[in-house]
Every structure is written in structure tokens, then in C-alpha cells.
């Protein structure tokens, strides 16, 4: 069974930067896609940046040229870099790992809060 843990959430303020580590653990397998999500209180969760195994992103306007996403191909893991934080991104940020046979499966998130 796939899991999928997030971690290094936090409490920083603005203008500071956090590393979001993400780990797909529980399949021999390589991902297909890793991305990651933020879903702010009274707001829908929307992505904000992808990552194919085969190195391919793709990121939310919002976050463009202060987010960074990369990944651990070997060991199914991704990181999510986040430079210059401003208060909107303050979010619970999710982990999404796709597979071809095992499916999709999400974290359980991690809190950012950005202050100001």
C-alpha cells in the first residue's frame, strides 16, 4: 500500500523561505507525475506546482520564479522550495504522487503560515 508523507511545514514570516519534503513510500515502482497542492481556510484546493519523472514542471502563476519543485527519482520523493513566502501562501500544502498501476495518492498535508 502507497503512502504518502509531507513534512517541513511551518511558521516563518514574509519575504522567508520554507523546503517542503514529500516521500512515497510502499511500491518498488517510479511515479509518473508529483505534485503538490495548497488549500487555503474558506478556498479550494488548487495546485500549485508538478513534476514528471521525466523532469517536466509546471507551476501556478501565483508561485512562478519563488517556488521551486524537484524530486528524488530513486527514492520517490519530491521537494517543494519556496522562497520569498507572502502571507496569501499560507495554506495546508499537499503531497499527490500518480503511478500507473498503483494509482493516486495524497498526504495527509502540512501547515505553512506565513506572517507578516
Known amino acids: 500500500q502507497v503512502q504518502v508523507v509531507e513534512s517541513g511545514g511551518g511558521l516563518v514570516r514574509t519575504g522567508e523561505s520554507l523546503r517542503l519534503s514529500c516521500t512515497a513510500s510502499?511500491?518498488?515502482?517510479?511515479?509518473?507525475?508529483m505534485s503538490w497542492y495548497r488549500q487555503a481556510p474558506g478556498k479550494q484546493r488548487e495546485l500549485v506546482a508538478e513534476i514528471t519523472s521525466g523532469g517536466s514542471t509546471a507551476y501556478a502563476d501565483s508561485v512562478k520564479g519563488r517556488f521551486t519543485i524537484s524530486t528524488d527519482n530513486d527514492q520517490n520523493m519530491s521537494y517543494l522550495q519556496m522562497d520569498n513566502l507572502k502571507p496569501e501562501d499560507t495554506a495546508v500544502y499537499y503531497c499527490?504522487?500518480?503511478?500507473?498501476?498503483?494509482?493516486?495518492?495524497w498526504g495527509q498535508g502540512t501547515q505553512v503560515t506565513v506572517s507578516s
Open positions: 499527490k504522487a500518480d503511478f500507473t498501476y498503483e494509482g493516486r495518492h
Open positions: 510502499g511500491t518498488s515502482f517510479k511515479f509518473n507525475i
